[in-house]
């Protein structure tokens, strides 16, 4: 069933884009010229959103801190709540194979593990305002932007567990971390009680334009899987995330849209084949994906992406954006 929001592509026409056509790198995406106008336009009221979301998020972080440790699931639900309204968020959810709405969020909120392409930082909060959830997230969300209160929004309302950010320490010591961390997701998802485990298997944002490979770790669990396929449209042509911006400039783009249209279309339940070993089940599920969003499932990964970007930001953005990433890289 297609969406209607508009930018959907057909499954027929989908290509296999290059590593560098799943990254942004420009904060403004092509459009037609009368937007960009539009937008200019729209000036002083945006600044004046962003203005009231940023002491928003503020007032809403003094309220996290100030609640009582044994209230810190109930005040993380409302403070994402909050925001979510402020920043003009409105979901839609439905089932991809043709049920209701009511029976798309009961897939959900039964759900063991969700997963779900990755295209900005904030995919995990329309889940969160739907139900409960533990979050899967790098550790470079404990440290990220002093110019706003990430760390605690997400301790509060995510649940998470952390993961080592590739190449933050020592190869011995980010071992050891990954293993902890896979220890701590088997004991979540093995507790019947416990929330649904959100976990993004690209294991890197991309512009929606295709699906990175999938990391086979949460397919290897024996635990049914529940694909969503997320899609987020916006008023004004600005990227959710580029190669360059910082946390804090992606979310302050996001805070100057008017608001947010997000689509959640939750796939059937999956469970690992007869004798599928989880690589197998993590590129099925991977297809699966990519035909409901009618883009490519590629075969890049999120260490190829990581090098690239590393030369990218040694080459600069300015030559990147005169020659064009693919030659920067071909010149390397």
């Known amino acids: 069933m297609p969406s209607d929001i508009p930018g959907r592509r057909e499954a027929s026409m989908k290509t296999v ?26 000036l002083p009221l945006g600044v004046a959103l962003v203005v009231v979301r940023v002491v928003t998020t503020f007032v809403v972080t003094l309220f996290l801190f100030a609640a009582p440790a044994s209230y810190a699931s109930a005040a993380g639900t409302v403070a994402l709540n909050v925001l979510w309204v402020v920043f003009g968020g409105v979901l839609r959810v439905r089932c991809a194979d043709g049920g209701t709405p009511a029976e798309a969020r009961a897939r959900l909120r039964s759900a063991r593990v969700i997963v779900s392409n990755h295209l900005s930082q904030a995919d995990s909060w329309p889940f969160r305002v739907l139900t ?23 301790t509060a309302a995510f649940d998470p567990i952390y993961v080592p950010t590739p190449g933050s320490r020592g190869e011995a010591e980010e071992r050891a971390a990954r293993a902890a961390t896979k220890a701590a997701v088997e004991r979540h998802v093995r507790d019947a009680a416990s929330k649904p485990l959100l976990y993004f298997p690209e294991g890197s944002i991309t512009n929606g334009r295709g699906l990175m490979r999938f990391s086979a770790f949460v397919f290897g669990l024996d635990v049914p899987v529940t694909p969503v396929a997320v899609s987020f449209w916006e ?27 997000v689509e959640l279309a939750v796939l059937p339940t999956l469970t690992a084949r007869a004798g599928e070993e989880p690589p197998a089940f993590a590129e099925r599920t991977a297809t699966d ?41 071909r010149a390397d």
């Not at 884009?17 to 336009?41: G, I």
């Not at 890049?300 to 954006?321: C, D, P």
Request: positive net charge; hydrophobic residues 45%.
């Open 289 to 329: 994906l990519a035909n409901e969003l009618g883009i490519a499932a590629t075969p890049h990964t999120t260490e190829e992406k990581r090098a690239a970007m590393k030369k990218l930001k040694k080459a600069g953005q300015a030559k990147v954006l005169r020659e064009g990433p693919e030659a920067v890289l």
């Open 235 to 261: 008023p004004w042509p600005l990227a959710l995330d580029t190669v360059w911006s910082p946390l804090h400039w992606n979310l302050l783009r996001m805070a100057y849209q008017p608001c947010h249209v």
């Open 17 to 42: 884009p290059t590593l560098t056509e799943l990254m942004t790198y420009s904060p403004f995406l092509d459009a037609p010229r009368w937007k960009f106008v539009a937008m200019a336009l729209y």
């Open 132 to 154: 409960p959830i533990a979050c899967v997230i790098r550790e470079t969300y404990l440290g990220t932007s002093r110019l706003l209160p990430v760390a605690k929004l997400t």
